[in-house]
């Protein structure tokens, strides 16, 4: 038990990190089993559900939430690890903490959220990922598939965006180290992500290959530079991006996961990176789809260069075709380098346990001085002044945009500034007349706009009414706007620059909305700053 694989198939197993899913059948947990014991597999990557794979979006799968998925996940984990012969490295992508994959968890703020904060604030980059590392811990994970390294240069990119710190590539890189640092200083293994740089694509990898134009010379300019200083920092683990980069592969749109050139040649020679190298998930069309052969694209991204096949579904073939075609040395290389972080992580001797439970409100604690540290003023034209002063002669409304006037941003501004609100939810087919009618009395609005959705497909889910509503009032009113989600979402609302006052709050968490409110009451200075370049209308 617990001795280092013996024979090279032992060993190849290693490689193997097949995708697990929280909410399972018994039927799937047993094939999983079977997988441990037969072919020694190295780890495991768990998400929620089948439904709620990326790849399975447009399948338009039904994803049934369930409050017990934290013990639910434990319970896989101690039972998987029971037939391991060797302890399995358990991995997550768990980038604003276990709250992306696991109900009820703690939730911490994106990574544009955090690129928002100043510099000298990046402590509180490392306390989440210390924070997450620790959460991680109670349930038996040590090894978290984040932060992302990507330098999000494109607006429009579908995948990256508010996963991203921002478009400065030294910010990026600073954050990126001190939120690997918080998850190493409580044992938990990080992972730097998409080598070489998704920041500028605008093309989703789950569902296509997106292709980079830029050169070498331009790529160690920009979107290397995170990873870079990540090599410099020895970094556990480095995550190879499902996107082409022709100048780096002879001209051809090859998937860089499947790219020695750009694995081989590029991070391991050039940038001289000897540390764990692992694929992005292998069941993304844009790579999976490629091979008619079962095992033949798992044997393409290990000959690549990648040490750990992350999501791979053809377990068995995988191994015969690495056995069948693999030098010696080369299952030696990525073993050792496996083994290397299994015993980082303090897996292999048996006394590393889960530590503690999930702790709420050391959470709330962290994101209310993150909110403090973000929020960001666009547009300041006395905002609080304004607003006291129709707040005294009765021309003060409120209007909530995709929350109902009970939300917690308007509970706060109504312990000083009580003034009648209305709210507009999705659908609603009152929007018209609330212009014309019960806006008509006040020349002064408050309004929150709490974006439907991160990713700017189909405007954020903002529909086209909403967005005329807002015209309309930036243009009649004095409006001071509140933007509780993605800041990309800012360039799509009409009229932005003529708000009396525009700030960006980032999340929607209750301690974002409470201080935004402070910030209006009590007219305090907002410290954060855009991590991305916005253009208003």
């Not at 909530?400 to 009970?406: A, R």
């Not at 000083?416 to 929007?431: C, N, R, V």
């Not at 706009?449 to 009032?473: R, T, Y």
Request: hydrophobic share 40%; glycine share 6%.
């Amino acid at each position: 038990m617990n001795k280092i694989p013996q024979t090279v198939q032992q060993k190849v197993g290693q490689f193997f990190f097949p995708a697990v899913f929280i909410n399972d059948t018994e039927e799937n947990i047993q094939e999983t089993e079977r997988l441990i014991r037969d072919y020694n597999i190295g780890g495991l990557t768990f998400f929620h559900s089948r439904a709620s794979a990326a790849t399975n979006y447009e399948g338009n799968k039904k994803i049934v939430f369930n409050d017990d998925s934290y013990k639910q996940l434990k319970e896989r984990i101690e039972r998987f690890q029971k037939c391991a012969t060797t302890p399995l490295l358990i991995s997550i992508d768990a980038e604003w903490g276990l709250a992306m994959r696991v109900e009820k968890t703690p939730q911490y703020p994106y990574a544009i959220t955090l690129g928002a904060l100043p510099e000298s604030q990046s402590h509180l980059v490392y306390e989440v990922g210390k924070q997450i590392g620790l959460d991680l811990k109670s349930v038996g994970i040590h090894y978290n598939l984040a932060p992302l390294a990507d330098v999000n240069n494109n607006p429009d990119n579908p995948v990256i965006g508010y996963r991203s710190f921002g478009e400065n590539k030294e910010k990026v890189a600073h954050f990126a180290l001190e939120y690997l640092r918080g998850m190493s200083d409580v044992g938990v293994l990080g992972c730097l992500k998409h080598f070489p740089g998704h920041g500028n694509t605008n093309i989703d990898s789950h569902l296509g290959l997106p292709v980079l134009k830029e050169t070498l010379e331009e790529l160690l300019e920009n979107e290397l530079y995170p990873f870079i200083k990540g090599i410099e920092n020895n970094v556990d683990s480095i995550m190879i991006g499902h996107l082409a980069v022709p100048a780096l592969n002879s001209g051809k749109d090859t998937s860089a996961t499947l790219s020695k050139p750009i694995i081989e040649t590029l991070l391991r020679e050039q940038l001289g990176y000897n540390g764990l190298v692992i694929s992005d998930a292998l069941n993304m069309h844009s790579v999976s789809k490629l091979y008619d052969v079962k095992g033949q694209l798992e044997w393409e991204a290990f000959n690549a260069g990648n040490d750990v096949l992350c999501f791979a579904e053809n377990v068995p073939e995988g191994i015969q075709a690495i056995l069948e075609k693999a030098s010696p040395e080369r299952i030696e290389e990525s073993f050792n380098r496996i083994w290397k972080c299994k015993e980082k992580a303090g897996i292999l001797n048996q006394t590393e346990k889960g530590l503690g439970v999930l702790d709420f409100e050391r959470t709330a604690l962290l994101n209310d001085k993150i909110a403090q540290s973000s929020i960001t003023k666009i547009i300041d034209n006395s905002n609080s002044e304004t607003v006291f002063e129709a707040y005294k002669n009765n021309t003060l409304a409120k209007l909530s945009l995709y929350k109902t006037e009970d939300n917690d941003f308007f509970k706060t501004l109504n312990i000083q500034l009580p003034s009648p609100a209305f709210a507009i939810k999705a659908g609603d087919a009152t929007i018209n007349t609330l212009v014309e009618n019960d806006l008509e009395p006040f020349d002064t609005i408050i309004i929150s706009l709490f974006v439907p959705k991160a990713k700017p497909l189909n405007n954020f889910d903002i529909e086209e009414s909403v967005l005329v509503l807002l015209g309309k009032l930036l243009k009649s009113k004095k409006c001071i706007l509140y933007v509780f989600g993605n800041p990309y979402v800012l360039p799509i609302i009409p009229n932005a620059k003529q708000a009396l006052g525009l700030v960006e709050v980032y999340q929607d968490f209750v301690e974002f909305q409470k201080n935004a409110a402070i910030q209006i009451i009590e007219n305090k200075t907002c410290v954060g700053k855009l991590p991305v370049c916005i253009d208003l209308q």
